[in-house]
């Protein structure tokens, strides 16, 4: 029996950790769909979607965005979806918007990782279309949010790099390309930079 006690407790750190970066996958796969749900949709409505989340949080939102300054600058010629928006800067919720997981029935645009994930950090490249559209956004305020993701019409965005990250420091990180709006989930991590 002893001997079974000790084998358990050798065993028990690596089924946790195996079970743990089971989910954490989970919860960027989750992150990944989302990505890729605004993708289309920002392409089907011919709606620009941003994707925004807070640090620290596992809280993000997937929100439609129309762009006034597109819409002023615009020809009537300029119809075939390749603009950042058309109409309001204001962003607005529809219960018919991409779902990446669980959502708050509230606020359908709102949805949620696993409970013990957390978004931590956001890398994303910025142009001119970009910073004016945040600008627009954030309404000149500051915001606690980290910058948002862009899906424009034409099926671009922004080049991203996503992390998610649990308490004890094991992290992933989900890579969007913005042009071709592809999306590839990494290998798990460590914060310090060891691979595992």
């Given amino acids: 029996m002893g001997i079974l006690v000790a084998v358990a407790a050798i065993a028990w750190p690596t ?6 970066s089971v989910r954490l996958r989970k919860a960027a796969d989750q992150v990944q769909t989302g990505l890729s749900r605004a993708r289309v949709e920002a392409m089907s409505s011919g709606v620009s979607q941003v994707f925004r989340f807070e640090p620290n949080s596992p809280r993000y939102t997937i929100t439609p965005y129309q762009d006034d300054s597109v819409s002023l600058d615009s020809t ?5 979806g390749s603009s950042a928006g058309q109409a309001s800067s ?3 919720g529809s219960a018919n918007s991409p779902t990446g997981g669980r959502s708050d029935p509230a ?3 709102q949805h949620q990782i696993p409970d013990g994930f957390v978004f931590t950090t956001a890398q994303r490249s910025s142009d001119s279309r970009t910073a004016v559209a945040e600008s627009q956004l954030n309404d000149g305020s500051a915001s606690a949010d980290a910058p948002p993701v862009f899906f424009y019409p034409n099926g671009e965005s922004q080049d991203a790099v996503i992390t998610i990250s649990t308490d004890n420091g094991r992290s992933i990180s989900i890579t969007l390309r913005g042009y071709t709006g592809v999306t590839h989930v990494g290998e798990i991590f460590f914060a310090e930079g060891g691979q595992k």
Avoid: G, K, L, M
């Avoid at 089924?15 to 743990?20: A, F, G, L, V, Y």
């Fill in 15 to 20: 089924i946790t950790r195996s079970d743990e």
């Fill in 76 to 80: 009537a010629a300029d119809t075939s």
């Fill in 90 to 92: 204001q962003p607005s």
């Fill in 107 to 109: 606020n359908p645009c």
